[in-house]
């Protein structure tokens, strides 16, 4: 069958070819092979359901669609590209199979809301992965923190030795992270779960179609309201491109911790080679190559919701050409996501922490001076702004004589404040200063612990 044949009589010559080059997009839209025949299969039923078709052409539909599905499972299904689009060849195929009940299908339909649903469907089943993916990496945050909820570190602002914490603090906070992007994806997933099937062109149809059977056969709420917004809308991949951006972004800022813990300069953590690579000059290197990949994938995924956002913006009602390029960003952002995801979650699992190391992290910076001030504040009675004076006073000392707080006299320290005492010294040390951190949220390993068993009841 040729393609002027799928188009009818109002076509008398070929394309040219280069018109066919850019016209056709099965190269990239074969992917939704499965949803196109979810569809057909619900949109038949529907249609013998209401005397459009009968139940023998219906059942020669089914049997038909089920032989193509395993011919392209199989690999032996022909996609040809003068067909256009993965509905055209499919529905060639089913008709060079059965005939004219395969010419029947498209009844009640079109390609504009053939394809909107097919890529709803796609698009719901990849955030139904990525969400057990997400799943999965918040576990093994947990799991790491609640193994290492007494591990001490230095915590950090403006990359700037700030506070001691504990390891399984910092990683509770990317659960938190990832919770709230799963959260983004699962209102992503609820908006987009209706169901534009019977939209047609733009118009609806004048066929007795029940649109709420085949939202429901196909796992939709509810069919879509108005039949214009059906096929004109794309908003749905633009909020899955926003909300993966951001995901992307967090495990973005996690690969960075990951490379920098891993550096000779920090050596917080060790990664198996499972997740790492070597030099093809230099012996000694050992690559966090993995983390730089995932610190690497928002790049894609904002380029995809540019590269959509751009398309769709100032186009007309309703469907116009342009929204075929709307699945290669899509298509790749899904990849790349579920790629960083399942990278992101492995490294986790895989990497141990260095205690050693990361306490002599906190032997720089001053980490305590907060404490110290709390200290004031609380035994002194000093206003905290006063407080905050008299520790940097004892900064500046310390940092003098090139020594850590706890390493100053009592009277060096009275020569700034009289009224300080030897119990200053009791929370001076990381462990000290740790331990006192039990407001909700805080870093105290009690709290830690508290916070990994919420989180695992909430997100698991």
Not at 194 to 219: H, N, V, W, Y
Not at 277 to 294: C, F, H, R, W, Y
Request: proline letters at 4%; a negative charge; hydrophobic letters at 40%.
């Amino acid at each position: 069958m040729s393609k002027n044949d799928m188009w009818g009589g109002r076509f008398s010559g070929g394309p040219a070819e280069i018109m066919e080059k850019i016209n056709a997009s099965i190269g990239f839209d074969k992917n939704l092979y499965k949803q196109d025949i979810q569809g057909s299969l619900a949109h038949s039923d529907m249609l013998a359901a209401q005397g459009i078709i009968t139940n023998e052409d219906r059942d020669a539909i089914h049997q038909g669609l089920a032989e193509i599905q395993q011919e392209i499972e199989a690999g032996t299904f022909d996609f040809k590209t003068e067909l256009e689009d993965i509905h055209m060849n499919v529905e060639a195929r089913l008709r060079e199979k059965i005939g004219d009940p395969g010419a029947r299908l498209h009844t009640g339909r079109s390609r504009n809301d053939q394809v909107i649903t097919d890529v709803r469907l796609w698009t719901r089943d990849a955030l139904d992965g990525l969400d057990a993916l997400m799943a999965d990496l918040q576990r093994a945050l947990i799991d790491k923190a609640e193994a290492h909820a007494d591990v001490l570190m230095p915590g950090y602002t403006h990359l700037q030795s700030a506070q001691p914490v504990t390891f399984g603090h910092h990683l509770m906070a990317y659960v938190e992270m990832v919770g709230r992007d799963r959260g983004r994806l699962a209102d992503c997933r609820r908006r987009l779960n209706e169901c534009p099937l019977g939209a047609a062109a733009l118009a609806g149809t004048s066929f007795p179609i029940d649109r709420q059977m085949t939202a429901k056969a196909l796992g939709f709420d509810r069919p879509t309201a108005n039949s214009m917004d059906s096929v004109g809308s794309r908003d749905f991949i633009l909020e899955f491109l926003a909300a993966g951006s951001i995901h992307a972004i967090h495990l973005s800022r996690l690969a960075e911790e990951i490379v920098m813990w891993m550096s000779d300069r920090f050596a917080f953590i060790t990664l198996s080679d499972a997740f790492t690579t070597g030099s093809s000059i230099m012996p000694q290197k050992k690559n966090p190559d993995a983390a730089e990949l995932v610190r690497a994938k928002p790049g894609r995924l904002l380029g995809a919701f540019i590269s959509v956002s751009t398309m769709m913006k100032g186009l007309p009602m309703t469907f116009c050409k342009d929204m075929q390029e709307d699945k290669e960003p899509l298509f790749d952002a899904v990849e790349s996501l579920t790629l960083a995801v399942a990278a992101t979650a492995g490294m986790v699992d895989d990497m141990q922490p260095r205690p050693d190391r990361m306490l002599a992290g906190l032997e720089k910076g001053f980490p305590t001076a907060t404490d110290l001030a709390d200290w004031c504040v609380r035994v002194l009675n000093l206003p905290f702004r006063d407080a905050h004076h008299v520790t940097g006073a004892l900064v500046a000392k310390a940092e003098a004589r090139g020594v850590d707080l706890a390493e100053l006299s009592l009277e060096e320290m009275q020569s700034v404040e009289k009224r300080i005492t030897s119990d200053i010294y009791s929370v001076l040390s990381p462990a000290a200063s740790v331990a006192s951190r039990t407001s909700f949220g805080g870093t105290a390993p009690s709290r830690v612990r508290e916070a990994a068993a919420a989180a695992r009841k909430q997100y698991l």
